[in-house]
């Protein structure tokens, strides 16, 4: 009886985080191809970010999968501490990640400035909000029904998606319209943020 009820309470969180892993997976694609295109230091910031959402997702869902097993003779007091183990292996992943988008940004800081953006980018970052904000209200109406750790967890990060996305389209109209040094410049936050 206790498993069932943990496996039923668990299935919304893992149809999300599913989700929001293939969305993220599609934009890592994308906005990897859309950097070799366009040269643009914030698309691969957007891309490791998306790198770094699908990892997030994949270490959520199987930190969910493991918490909601009942306790065991190993485990009497059951296997919430899953959760944890994942943020810690999310988090050093996402330094070297952040390390990577920091030194490229430096390094096109001082180069010379080739961005051309081509509205296919300014797609993909509008995919990319949209499809964040789509999350977040997912997330956030799935938490209110039952609370879940997880799915706050999930909120949050779509929700910095969409901020961060949201420099991403200004950065595209701001590099495109005379700016192109900017695109480089605020790839720089973006690595912070990871």
């Known amino acids: 009886m206790h498993a069932p009820r943990h496996a039923e309470r668990s299935r919304p969180i893992l149809r999300l985080t599913a989700a929001s892993a ?20 914030l698309a691969l910031a957007q891309a490791a970010d998306s790198l770094l959402d699908v990892l997030t997702a994949a270490a959520l869902a199987s930190a ?5 097993r009942p306790p065991d003779p190993g485990h009497p007091a059951g296997h919430h501490r899953a959760e944890p183990l994942a943020a810690l292996l999310t988090a050093v992943v996402a ?27 300014a797609t993909i970052f509008g995919v990319k909000v949209a ?7 997912a997330a956030r109406a799935s ?10 967890a999930l909120f949050v990060d779509a929700r910095n998606d969409v901020a961060v ?9 701001a590099a495109r319209y005379g700016w192109a040094g900017l695109d480089a410049w605020l790839a720089l936050p973006v690595g912070l943020w990871i």
């Open 22 to 41: 293939a969305l993220s997976v599609a934009l890592a694609g994308a906005l990897g191809g859309a950097h070799v295109v366009f040269a643009s230091q």
């Open 64 to 68: 969910v999968r493991v918490a909601s």
């Open 95 to 121: 330094g070297g990640l952040a390390l990577e988008v920091v030194r490229e940004a430096v390094g096109a800081i001082f180069g010379e400035p080739r961005v051309e953006l081509g509205w296919p980018l």
């Open 131 to 137: 499809g964040k904000i789509a999350i977040a209200l």
């Open 143 to 152: 938490d209110r029904r039952a609370p879940s750790p997880a799915l706050r």
């Open 165 to 173: 996305g949201a420099v991403a389209v200004t950065d595209f109209f």
